[in-house]
């Protein structure tokens, strides 16, 4: 018998036992699906076997490449949504035991939604952040790594859904930027993009790894992966965030500063082009 929301039930709910309800035992992939196929599929794959490999779960021996990718496609086309979809796959630890599991072995499921546009497009609106810095994220591995527990996020999307922002600035315990709430930050000035490195916390995004590939074979701008700290931001002639569903996301406006979105534009194009072209 449980209690679910006041009433004293005979049934057991599946989430009585759920280790990624109970703690965050779970890692999860978010995979944008165009004309029938997930872009970035193989980074995709081997970012969520290094998670799972991290959090000590045991890899399943069909978990393949091949049958990661039939799940996800089998599931889009009999939704009829394959041209443009967002599928998301969640791996967690089979029920049993508190802290201490009682086996490594995994389960899965895999939701996915449609996508209003296929092809990648920047958004000019005004887009306007801020730091948040009610909590820190912790300059670890695990920070790199897309788990279940993602409560830092959580509450700030809340604040700055509270103080009318688009999206917020995520810092580390040493007070560096790390990433904003919903991706990987990049920050222009002159010739020179820079984003913080994986070792500062954030996360080793799919997205990321594109536009820095991207970025080093343009002529004229120099890639770096360094240190940022607030008082650069606003130094800054342009930044933006970056993840697989959005693209790139040009910010407007961080505290008094406004930014231009001219290099954000050419990756755009440049994303496009290479995608096409696979």
């Known amino acids: 018998m449980i209690n679910f929301n006041g009433n004293v039930l005979e049934q057991k709910n599946v989430l009585t036992q759920n280790r ?3 703690y965050g035992d779970g890692v999860f992939e978010t995979l944008k699906i165009v004309n029938g196929k997930i872009l970035f599929l193989e980074d995709h794959y081997f970012r969520l076997m290094a998670s799972m490999r991290v959090v000590r779960m045991e890899i399943p021996m069909n978990f393949t ?3 990661f990718e039939e799940q996800i496609l089998n599931l889009v086309k009999q939704k009829e949504i394959s041209s443009s979809a967002r599928a998301r796959i969640t791996v967690f630890r089979n029920d049993g035991g ?3 599991p009682k086996t490594n072995e995994v389960s899965y499921l895999i939701h996915a939604t449609p996508l209003e546009n296929a092809l990648y497009a920047l958004n000019t609106v005004s887009y306007e952040v801020d730091l948040y810095k009610d909590f820190y994220v912790t300059k670890q591995l695990l920070s790199s790594v897309k788990t279940t527990n993602k409560l830092i996020n959580v509450t700030g999307s809340i604040f700055a859904h509270e103080n009318g922002l ?3 600035i995520l810092l580390n315990d040493t007070k560096n930027v790390v990433e904003v709430l919903q991706g990987n930050l990049f920050m222009v000035t002159g010739k020179k993009l820079i984003t913080p490195p994986v070792s500062e916390g954030c996360l080793n995004g799919v997205m990321r790894k594109q536009i820095l590939a991207l970025a080093k ?3 004229g ?3 770096s992966e360094e240190i940022i700290s607030p008082f650069d931001l606003q130094k800054a002639d342009e930044l933006f965030l970056t993840n697989v569903i959005t693209g790139i996301q040009s910010i407007t406006k961080y505290r008094k500063k406004e930014f231009t979105a001219n290099l954000a534009h050419l990756l755009v194009q440049k994303l496009n082009e290479s995608i096409s072209q696979n």
Do not use: H
């Open 65 to 67: 490449m091949e049958y």
């Open 221 to 223: 701008i120099e890639v």
């Open 217 to 219: 074979r343009m002529e």
């Open 20 to 22: 990624a309800f109970l």
């Open 166 to 168: 688009e999206n917020c």
């Open 98 to 100: 508190l802290y201490l």
